[in-house]
């Protein structure tokens, strides 16, 4: 939430932070801005509402020589969308930036007498003025006073009038990464904008002042001692980040599906048997636990649903999914013997990092399932289960949601195995049909074409409706979410026998219902629950597995998965219904990759 870079070195930084601006735009993308120091040694500012484009646009005509500055992308929380709000803002000598929310504002404003001082309406700004207030020079002791005074989330990138070639940063939650190579030294708010400069970089430590200079970057604690950060290495390259010849992010990261799988499972297997040694979890957090609470947000959060739904007949102890931004508030029932399995794809969702910290407090272990390495849940957790995604750029998640969904089957397994419910010959062939599951999610996008006719259903509808039972209804809650998501239209899914409990109401001539049938236990019921909606006129787009029984006249349209074990349809199926979503975003001519009022990372409460 918020995208943020910051540069000094030899190159052209107008550039260098325009670029990166447009690598961190799926951060926020309200309004952005630039600062730069010219050789002249003035300040220059540039800020626009709208994405980074406009922007860009604005400064075409900028001839501006700069090799010091830094740029902001906002998803605004505090003030309207406007050029006024758009970072970066000045206060007297201080220019700076954020990301997070400064929650004793009011306060600062009236213990510092800033009421008529106030240009812009963010909370961003009291920071800065509070921040001049204190500089007379010493930026670290400005730096100091500071923080001391504000409570909230932050990630700042301040420049001083009178310091024409450093940037000084400083982080409390709100993600920051910097790293230095011989054409300078960065700041950004994660390694997608530095990795075209560099893959070696760290994570800023929290509450310490990280210095950025032409020739090196330095750290130090709140007491001015030097601090040495701890390296990480960047796995995937430039190209990884970028559309490679698809039309949006979105598309292509659907297709790196069978290779983000791969990655993710392969690498866990010893002799046909998930194997956690190399992630360094032991087997005791999995067979000493009495309940499994699974906690997360948004589409890791449905994972979570699948996994309970899997995983819990099969251990047979309790497992619960928690929306992170509930269970921190609502006294969770997690002990010591509770194993909490955070899941996250950024690794910096603030309610879901709130949750893990709870948890923690009360004595559970915590694994955390996580795309990003390094990032701060990955390293709060006790152990941490890295999916092996690669870059998500695309707001609406799709691949990581296929690793989350891959690492909670692995842990299932594992769990299975090692508390007596799975023999190694169950374990091996619930391993290998996972496997199986990555050719079959294949074949759905070597025949998506005929998808785009259902999608050109959906395009018309104002809301529509997914029905499933069991494990259909986990995996329809996420098509019903990257629906509404990215085409903006009102979608629901419901438990398909809940339906006649009030929903059916709103089924009216042509209405859509996608209907997930891929369950043989429960097949004929929700069968039944699609005629009702059928008899109702609903335009009912049917997914079973290849062989079903199907009358024709329950369906206006059918696919089918090419996998014949209930627990494993959900692969292909996710891939069905992101493609849905896709093909009727882009029909619709909307921003498929950044939808409105959405941002990846959400990084404020
Ligand atoms: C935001 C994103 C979703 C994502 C959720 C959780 O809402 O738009 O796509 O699922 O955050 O993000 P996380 O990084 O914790 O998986």
Redesign the pocket.
């Given at each position: 939430m918020c995208g943020i870079i910051g540069y000094t070195g030899h190159l052209d930084a107008l550039h260098v932070l325009l670029n990166g601006l447009e690598q961190l735009e799926y951060r926020g993308y309200d309004s952005a801005g630039i600062a730069l120091f010219s050789s002249g040694n003035d300040r220059f500012i540039m800020k626009k509402a709208g994405p980074v484009a406009t922007l860009k646009d604005a400064c075409a005509d900028v001839d501006i020589i700069s090799h010091c500055g830094i740029g902001h992308t906002r998803w605004a929380t505090h003030g309207g969308v406007n050029d006024t709000n758009a970072h970066p803002h000045i206060a007297g000598k201080v220019t700076l930036i954020h990301n997070g929310i400064i929650e004793n504002y009011h306060n600062l404003i009236e213990r510092f007498g800033l009421r008529d001082s106030l240009v812009s309406e963010t909370d961003t700004e009291v920071a800065a003025r509070v921040l001049d207030y204190y500089y007379k020079g010493d930026p670290y002791e400005a730096i100091r006073r500071t923080t001391r005074e504000i409570t909230g989330s932050y990630a700042f990138c301040i420049m001083f009038e009178d310091i024409h070639d450093q940037i000084f940063c400083v982080r409390n939650v709100s993600p920051m990464v910097a790293a230095h190579m011989k054409d300078g030294s960065f700041v950004a708010s994660d390694v997608t904008a530095i990795i075209p400069y560099t893959n070696r970089y760290f994570v800023i430590p929290e509450y310490q002042i990280v210095t950025l200079r032409q020739d090196g970057i330095s750290v130090q604690d709140l007491n001015g001692n030097p601090v040495e950060p701890e390296m990480l290495e960047v796995s995937w390259n430039v190209e990884a980040a970028k559309k490679n010849g698809y039309p949006h992010y979105m598309l292509k990261e659907i297709h790196e599906q069978p290779d983000a799988l791969r990655n993710t499972i392969t690498p866990r297997l010893n002799d046909g048997l998930p194997d956690f040694s190399e992630d360094g979890i032991p087997d005791r957090i999995l067979s000493s636990c009495d309940k499994i609470a699974i906690v997360?947000?948004?589409?890791?959060?449905y994972a979570g649903m699948v996994g309970k739904a899997l995983i819990e007949p099969i251990i047979k102890i309790p497992v619960s999914v928690n929306i992170a931004s509930e269970f921190r508030y609502e006294n969770p029932l997690v002990d010591e013997k509770t194993l909490v399995i955070v899941?996250?794809?950024?690794?910096?969702?603030i309610d879901?990092l709130a949750a893990l910290r709870l948890s923690r407090k009360c004595g559970a272990r915590v694994l955390s399932i996580v795309?990003v390495k390094g990032s701060t849940?990955a390293r709060e957790s006790n152990y941490v289960f890295y999916t092996h995604a690669g870059p998500e750029i695309a707001?609406?998640?799709t691949k990581?949601?296929m690793v989350q969904l891959a690492s909670l089957y692995l842990i299932g397994c594992r769990t299975a195995m090692v508390r007596g419910k799975f023999s190694e010959s169950d374990a091996r062939t619930f391993i290998s049909r996972l496997m199986d599951s990555i050719p079959a999610v294949q074949s759905v996008l070597a025949d998506k074409d005929r998808l785009k006719a259902a999608a050109s259903v959906l395009a018309k509808a104002q809301d529509a409706f997914f029905v499933g039972r069991g494990l259909d209804y986990a995996f329809s809650l996420e098509g019903s979410l990257k629906l509404k998501?990215i085409s903006y239209i009102h979608a629901e899914a419901y438990a398909a026998g809940e339906l006649k409990h009030g929903t059916i109401a709103l089924i009216e001539e042509n209405t859509p219902v996608i209907a997930v049938a891929t369950q043989d236990k429960i097949y004929g019921k929700t069968v039944s629950n699609i005629k009702e909606v059928k008899a109702r006129g609903a335009f009912v787009i049917l997914i079973t597995k290849e062989n079903a029984e199907v009358s024709e006249d329950i369906s206006d349209m059918h696919f089918t998965v090419p996998v014949p074990y209930d627990q494993f349809t959900v692969f292909p199926v996710a891939v069905i219904l992101q493609l849905l979503a896709y093909y009727t975003s882009d029909m619709k001519g909307l921003n498929v990759d950044k939808p409105r009022n959405?941002?990846?990372?959400?990084t404020v409460e």
């Open positions: 997360a947000c948004g589409t890791a959060m899941i996250s794809q950024s690794g910096e969702t879901t795309n849940i707001v609406a998640s990581a949601y998501e959405l941002a990846k990372s959400v």
